[in-house]
């Protein structure tokens, strides 16, 4: 599977960014999807998961500020991130997720995300 994510950008602090990410292959649709990120200097961490039937989890650091979602039809999982605050700057994956947090296929790009202060 090959997954494409998008719509990273530079934003203030209390900005929105919507991300997205496609994945090729109709077995995306069947998996439990996860936004992953890595923070400069840091280990990536998983930070929003929806299963097949839209139940959704989120870290602590996250909650109530973002929103995963997902178009099965579009093979597409999404991140809708408000109130961004500069701890939020990241490289942001998208992934299918094993158990709590285990990623199942090879990264892809990911994309950048950065808050200013």
């Known amino acids: 599977v090959q997954l494409q994510a998008s719509g990273g950008g530079l934003v203030q602090t209390g900005g929105s960014l919507r991300l997205s990410c496609a994945g090729s292959?109709?077995?995306?649709?069947?998996?439990?999807l996860g936004w992953y990120r890595q923070p400069p200097g840091k280990q990536r961490e998983l930070v929003a998961a929806?299963?097949?039937?839209?139940?959704?989890s989120y870290a602590d650091s996250v909650k109530g500020r973002f929103t995963i979602s997902r178009n099965n039809d579009k093979n597409t999982v999404y991140l809708q991130m408000n109130s961004l605050v500069p701890d939020d700057t990241a490289v942001y994956y998208c992934?299918?997720?094993?158990?709590?947090?285990?990623?199942?296929?090879?990264w892809g790009p990911g994309t950048q995300v950065t808050v200013s202060s």
């Open positions: 992934n299918a997720v094993l158990g709590a947090s285990t990623p199942r296929w090879d």
């Open positions: 929806i299963t097949t039937g839209g139940t959704t």
């Open positions: 292959g109709s077995i995306f649709r069947f998996n439990v």
